[in-house]
Structures are given as structure tokens and as C-alpha cells.
């Protein structure tokens, strides 16, 4: 029998990891585990705990997905079966009935069910419905009524270069809240089905009341929280922003925006989806992960929202895994040392004098601030030059940071991927990044001759076990580099620091990252530059800023080389701010403001 709570956590990423790292589908992930390890704690008291659910697409093989580039496949086969029987098992047999199929699954996280719920949304076209007296098929039924509900002009906004995945926004919507108007309407439908008047009451009283609540991420699902206002189904609900579309859009001019006041919107905001996100307005509550995004919300949509930052998964009783930073670094230097010999057949340089950095993002060349990175690269190779020939360090050394960012998964990467990168492996703004690699000379083959001492190696692969270069997971990497470095001119929040904390790597961020300000309440182990080192990149001069990052990798690099001990205190100071940035406050917030229930 389902419990009289349900909370339904929704999004266009949610679901089984596919092959696609990072993300939304993180914070999902995390918010449901997080859930399911609070119930399991008793730190949710109520009984029955509630039904825990992950509503998200299902691309069920190569070509399913709307975006082919990404070519996502869903992988179900570690979940158990739903059993066959209660509200939830009939409201996925009705959705069928209606040309909806539901791929379901059971996860058990601390010994607490988490119930996977996958819709496939590409065959909507197939299947024929009657609509206002008129045989068409679902698809076409669907736009039609967000048209008659809500003014959705789909006959225009699918004609747009996105109108694929705009349709696929809409009829995964749809299918959201079509189940979960199954579900709260399911007391209702089943005393129906008896037709005595009497003992269709008696019947309805021995069941529970279904009490749901959604809280949709981002606004690739939003329409299935307008949709069910419009229709009057009773749902709790929230909206989540991890960003803005015209944010985005603007990136590191979206400050300048804030501070003007100025609402105006940049031609490359794609209206059609803008549209889907200003549907947030009809959830009963919005929150957005940082204190830019709450206030591009306000401008550009008119919308009040509240801050709930994101947090991480982290143990707080884990110890540092000092054992697989040392494995993981030695395996990144061995490999690039075999690498590079192979490729360039120049001088062995020894793995024990290979410094190796790291930077990870979408390949969103301004916004994610390269153009810094790389000259702040280039000055810290003059800074190491000096240090050389002061003789304050060996001068063997050689400093590499990987910048990785892809389109899309690599199949095929080449032979002693990545030193070796021909320009067809690279497409986009891929090939675009590495000219302006080369353009400043930080090619990693001018580190054999000692022409240089720092290079960028460009990583444009979705990291892995298996992803043909390192074949290492992000974790590994993140364990293995010395540092991180994160240089964003439009960051919301960045969980890839908080991540980097998590393995013990310090790292060095910029101050438009939305959790900067928490940076404030970190347990300083060190006086001074700490694990985590803010670059002011709003309010100082563009010089200035770069070589406040080339300053603060350099004292990394000494740390490291220099004095072990003060390096593993930043690295202990920068796992202190992942741990303190748990998940715990944010999904106790998330749970009141679904529930109503107060959280101590």
C-alpha cells in the first residue's frame, strides 16, 4: 500500500546515470539519496516515511535521445522491479492505456526504497488520441492543450532550430503530471469502480489519502507543475533554477546586468524554452542554488524565488584517502611521461617531476573563463622560468593542466589520446579551444625541448573508466591533480570545487561562483592562502585577475614541492568546506518546503 506522502523529484537529466557526467542529474541523484539517508537516520520521524521518486526520460537505445550528439542510453539493469500492485504500479498501467509507457525501477539506498520512474516521450506521435472531438495523435493533443491552458504556441516553437528538444520538454511534462494526476486522483478511480454507492465510500475510506509533492529541476519539466495548476490537481510544489536562460545567455555580463537593472534579454536566448522556464511562476514556491541566479530570476522573469544552495554527498566520517591521492597521481604523471615520449620522442621526462592541474566544465569558452586560464598558464610559466633559474626549483619540472571540456562522449578517441589530438578528432568549439592553446604556445610538445615549462592539454571527452585516454572516473582525476582550477565568468553555484574538496585537492575559484561566500565560514588549518583560494574576477582589473590565479597556482606548486606537510593541510582545509557543504541542510529545507513539515 503506497504511504499517504509522495514526493516526486523531477528533471529532463533525472534517472539512471547514462553515459553523461555532472549535472543536474547529480543533484537529483543526491537530493533522493540524500532523502532516503535522512529517512533512514530517523532524522524524518514521520510515520509512514514517504514514497521517494525520480521521474525523468527514458532513451531506451542509440537514437532515442532528442539530442544525438549525446546519444544518452538508460541503464536500468542494477534496479530491481516495481512490484505489481498499489496506486503507483496502476497509475503506470493507466498512463499505458493513454499511449504513455513507464520504465520502472527500484533502488534501495540505506534501506530505503527509491522508485526510478522513466518515461519515453519519442514515440508520442504514434499513438492516436481523440481531442476536442477530433482523432489526432498525442502528441499534437498535447501541444493543443498547452496551447487552450496556458498560451504555448508549440505550432511556432517547434519550428525553431531547438524544436525537437522544446517538443521533447513538453511531452515529458506532460507525462509528469498526467502520472501524477493518476496518483492523487487514485482514491477517487478506484472507488469508482464500484458501482453501490455505499460500498464505493466504504472501499474509498480504506484508502489512504495520497499526499504529492514535485519538485521539478530546471525548466526542461516546469509545464507539469503549470499544467497541474491549470487543471486543479492538488500538488505541493517547487521549482528549482539552477541557472537562468537569459543568464546564460548574457554569462559574465549578467553581473552588469544585475547591477543596471537592466532586463533586457541578448539575442541568443532561445525564446521558446525561456518560455517553459517562466512557468516556474506557477509552483508554489522557487528557489534558486545561489544569490546571482535568485536575483536573475527577479530580473528577467519578475519572479521572487529563495536561495537553497546545493550541497554535495559526502561522508562526514570518511577519512582523506591519502592512499588513492598518492596511486592516482602516479598513475596521471606515468601516463603522461609515457605519452608524451611516445608522441613527441623528445627527452624522458621523469612522472615524479610532472605537476598535473586540472580544470573541468561545459565547453562554454567565455563564460567558464578559458581565455583567463590559459593567460594566467602562460604567466605562470614565466613564474616557474624564474623560479628555475633562482634555482628555488629543479628544473626537470614541468607543469600540466588538463582543461577538460566536450561537445559530446569521443567513441573513437586517437592513439595516445589526449597528447596526441589531430584536429579532425575535435569538433566545435573543441577545435576553437585548442587554436587558442597553441595561439599562446602551451602545447605540450614545446615541454620536451624545455621550451616551455607549463602546458594545456585539452581533454574534449566525457572522463571514465574507459573514455580511451586516462581511463580514469572524475573522482580519480580530481584525487590526482595537485589542484583545481575554476575561472568562471558565470558560475551559479559550481559543484566541480565542492567535488574536488571531496578527493582533498585544493583548488582556486573565481569570486562570481555562487559558493564563494560560504568560503567565509571555512576552518582555516593554514594562516594565510588557504585549500581554497577566491580570485576577485568582478571588481579587479583583467591583468590583475590573472595573475592573482598564475599567484595562486604557484603556491600550490611550492607547497607541493616544498613543504608536504603545509600541502596536505590545504588539502584538508579544502575537504573541510565539501563536508561542511553537505547535503543535509538544503534537502531538510527542500523537505519543509514540500511537505510543510518543520525540520529541526
Excluded at 537505445?61 to 534496479?79: A, E, F, P, Q, V
Excluded at 526504497?113 to 506521435?125: E, S
Excluded at 602546458?455 to 571527452?461: C, D, E, K
Aim: with cysteine; net charge negative; charged share 25%.
Amino acid at each position: 500500500m503506497l504511504e499517504s506522502k509522495c514526493i516526486i523529484i523531477a528533471g529532463e537529466e533525472a534517472g539512471p546515470k547514462s553515459n553523461k557526467m555532472g549535472g543536474i542529474w547529480n543533484v537529483i541523484d543526491a537530493e533522493a539519496k540524500s532523502l532516503a539517508s535522512l529517512i533512514s537516520k530517523g532524522v524524518i520521524e514521520e510515520k509512514p516515511a514517504p514514497t521517494i521518486i525520480v521521474a525523468g526520460p527514458y532513451y531506451g537505445h542509440s537514437g532515442s535521445d532528442w539530442n544525438k550528439g549525446l546519444n544518452r542510453i538508460t541503464d536500468m539493469s542494477y534496479m530491481e522491479e516495481l512490484e505489481p500492485e498499489g496506486p503507483i504500479f496502476e497509475a503506470i498501467e493507466n498512463l499505458k492505456t493513454k499511449g504513455i509507457e513507464v520504465f520502472p525501477g527500484v533502488e534501495v539506498v540505506h534501506d530505503v526504497r527509491i522508485i526510478h520512474l522513466m518515461f519515453k516521450t519519442n514515440d508520442f506521435c504514434r499513438f492516436s488520441v481523440e481531442y476536442k472531438g477530433e482523432e489526432t495523435c498525442l502528441a499534437n493533443a498535447i501541444k493543443g492543450e498547452a496551447f487552450d491552458l496556458i498560451g504555448l504556441d508549440s505550432m511556432a516553437y517547434e519550428n525553431m532550430g531547438n524544436g525537437m528538444e522544446y517538443s521533447h520538454y513538453v511531452n515529458l511534462s506532460y507525462a509528469i503530471s498526467e502520472f501524477v494526476k493518476e496518483l492523487v486522483t487514485s482514491k477517487d478511480s478506484s472507488s469508482e469502480e464500484y458501482g453501490d454507492k455505499a460500498i464505493s465510500e466504504f472501499a474509498a475510506s480504506l484508502m489512504p489519502e495520497v499526499h504529492v509533492s514535485l519538485h521539478c529541476h530546471e525548466f526542461g519539466v516546469f509545464y507539469a507543475l503549470a499544467r497541474l495548476k491549470k487543471l486543479g490537481i492538488s500538488v505541493k510544489s517547487v521549482a528549482t533554477y539552477h541557472a537562468t536562460l537569459p543568464g546564460r545567455s548574457s554569462g559574465h555580463k549578467s553581473i552588469q546586468k544585475i547591477r543596471e537593472n537592466d532586463s533586457s534579454w541578448d539575442s541568443g536566448v532561445p525564446v521558446n524554452f525561456a518560455k517553459l522556464e517562466s512557468l516556474s511562476g506557477f509552483a508554489d514556491v522557487v528557489t534558486a542554488v545561489g544569490d546571482s541566479t535568485r536575483k536573475e530570476i527577479k530580473l528577467f522573469y519578475g519572479i521572487d524565488s529563495i536561495v537553497v544552495r546545493n550541497g554535495i554527498d559526502n561522508d562526514e566520517e570518511e577519512d582523506i584517502e591519502w592512499g588513492k591521492k598518492t596511486d592516482c597521481r602516479d598513475r596521471i604523471q606515468n601516463f603522461l611521461s609515457d605519452k608524451l615520449y611516445a608522441v613527441y620522442n623528445g627527452k624522458v621526462i621523469p612522472p615524479e617531476k610532472i605537476i598535473p592541474i586540472f580544470s573541468i566544465s561545459r565547453i562554454e569558452i567565455e563564460n567558464k573563463g578559458y581565455p583567463d586560464l590559459l593567460d594566467s598558464l602562460v604567466l605562470l610559466d614565466r613564474m616557474v622560468k624564474v623560479e628555475i633559474d633562482a634555482g628555488h626549483l629543479d628544473d626537470k619540472y614541468r607543469v600540466v593542466c588538463f582543461i577538460i571540456a566536450a561537445h559530446g562522449p569521443k567513441t573513437n578517441p586517437p592513439e595516445n589520446f589526449p597528447i596526441n589530438l589531430p584536429e579532425e578528432a575535435l569538433v566545435g568549439e573543441e577545435i576553437r579551444l585548442q587554436q587558442m592553446i597553441k595561439a599562446r604556445g602551451l602545447e605540450c610538445s614545446r615541454l620536451t625541448d624545455g621550451s616551455r615549462h607549463v602546458s594545456a592539454v585539452l581533454y574534449p571527452q566525457w572522463i571514465s573508466d574507459h573514455d580511451g585516454g586516462l581511463n580514469m572516473r572524475s573522482d580519480e582525476l580530481m584525487a590526482g591533480c595537485i589542484a583545481g582550477v575554476f575561472p568562471s565568468k558565470y558560475e551559479p553555484f559550481l559543484l566541480t570545487g565542492l567535488e574536488a574538496g571531496k578527493e582533498a585537492t585544493p583548488s582556486i575559484v573565481s569570486k562570481i561562483c555562487g559558493f564563494s561566500d560560504a568560503l567565509k565560514t571555512l576552518k582555516r588549518l593554514v594562516m594565510g592562502m588557504g585549500g581554497v583560494i577566491v580570485v576577485d574576477n568582478i571588481n579587479i582589473p583583467y591583468l590583475e585577475s590573472i595573475a592573482d590565479y598564475a599567484l595562486a597556482m604557484d603556491y600550490f606548486i611550492d607547497t607541493f614541492t616544498d613543504d608536504k606537510v603545509k600541502y596536505n593541510l590545504l588539502c584538508q582545509e579544502a575537504n573541510l568546506l565539501a563536508k561542511d557543504m553537505n547535503w543535509e541542510e538544503p534537502i531538510k529545507t527542500y523537505y519543509e518546503l514540500l511537505t510543510g513539515t518543520r525540520m529541526e
